[in-house]
């Protein structure tokens, strides 16, 4: 039996693909969102400093692919638009139940 490792040969091998997904904003208009990795995630909450609304922001323009705003324009979004594509990227990623106690 052949044991031995696969040689990757490119960064793209390594590194697992990102997860893109169709989202419809309050206003009907759709926008591709993709998911964050680990390092991505901990960036934004360690530098946002335990501010909610500059997590919140972080996670918006880095996980919004198309199309991708800058942190001023992610700052006029409706809010509800803002919570909406925190939850959907967060839940893309696969940290839904980041910092959650077990049984909640």
């Known amino acids: 039996m052949d044991n031995e490792p696969t040689q990757v040969s490119t960064t ?12 419809t904003l309050s206003n009907g208009k759709n926008v591709e969102i993709q998911n964050l ?5 901990m960036d934004i909450m360690i530098a946002s ?9 972080g996670i918006v323009t880095k996980g919004l692919s198309k199309p991708k705003l800058t942190w001023e324009q992610a700052r006029q979004l409706l809010p509800r638009d ?7 990227i967060v839940n893309l990623s696969g940290f839904s ?3 959650k106690k077990k049984g909640e």
């Open 49 to 57: 400093q335990e501010n909610v609304y500059k997590q919140s922001l």
């Open 97 to 99: 139940s980041f910092g």
């Open 12 to 23: 793209e091998e390594l590194l697992p693909q990102r997860k893109k997904k169709i989202v």
């Open 37 to 41: 990795n680990y390092g991505e995630f």
């Open 82 to 88: 803002i919570g909406f594509l925190v939850l959907e």
